[in-house]
């Protein structure tokens, strides 16, 4: 694990990792049985992880901003067809959620996702998806079965987002969730499917504690 990817021992993550653990079990079981209907997500639940790449790392960090990389730049074409550069949401705290449509676990988390965005749209954060192997059609496909209203960036051509990412962390699970701060740094990561609204939204909430 890089420097910039030690887990902030100090600032937060006691109350997260709690957090998670509480909920992992329940919320987990709950966000299933939710989607039961869905083949992929009952392939997830029964064993059967297709369309899921696993970690044996950390599923939830803080970093504390002594120890954050530099400001992660990155941008390429939405599923819309429309163009996104980093620059169209500096200053925001950013979410970046790396998925694609055959994960199940990206399937089971999407509802969370969506009801943290709404929770937080308007309050100086941004929400992008990066869809790591999916076209367009696809991927706007799966936004409107699941209730997705922000954008997602189609990686899967030049892999750019994913690139721009590397430096900072290696995307070792899909899916991965980001926070960056509002200087564009890597706040927290959840690795692996998110279990919880709650961790999400507490995670965003440091980070717009933070003075710019």
Do not use: H
Request: net charge negative.
């Amino acid at each position: 694990m890089s420097p910039s990817l030690r887990p902030n021992r100090s600032v937060g993550r006691p109350r997260i990792n709690r957090a998670a653990a509480a909920v992992a079990g329940v919320a987990l079981a709950v966000g299933l049985s939710a989607c039961a209907p869905d083949p992929v997500a009952q392939q997830y639940l029964s064993g059967d992880n297709k369309g899921y790449i696993g970690s044996a790392g950390l599923r939830v960090e803080e970093i504390a901003p002594a120890d954050r990389g530099e400001p992660v730049t990155f941008g390429g074409v939405l599923d819309s067809g429309d163009s996104f550069r980093y620059g169209d949401v500096a200053g925001d705290v950013v979410v970046v959620n790396f998925w694609y449509a055959a994960c199940g676990p990206c399937r089971v988390e999407a509802k969370d996702l969506e009801s943290v965005w709404q929770e937080y749209e308007g309050k100086g954060v941004s929400f992008v998806g990066v869809n790591t192997y999916d076209q367009a059609d696809t991927s706007r496909a799966f936004a409107e079965k699941y209730g997705v209203t922000y954008p997602s960036l189609i990686d899967v051509n030049t892999g750019e987002a994913k690139l721009a990412f590397a430096e900072a962390t290696t995307i070792q699970a899909t899916p991965t969730t980001l926070v960056l701060d509002k200087q564009g740094r890597v706040a927290a990561r959840i690795i692996g499917q998110l279990e919880e609204a709650s961790i999400l939204s507490t995670l965003i909430k440091d980070a717009l504690a933070e003075k710019a």
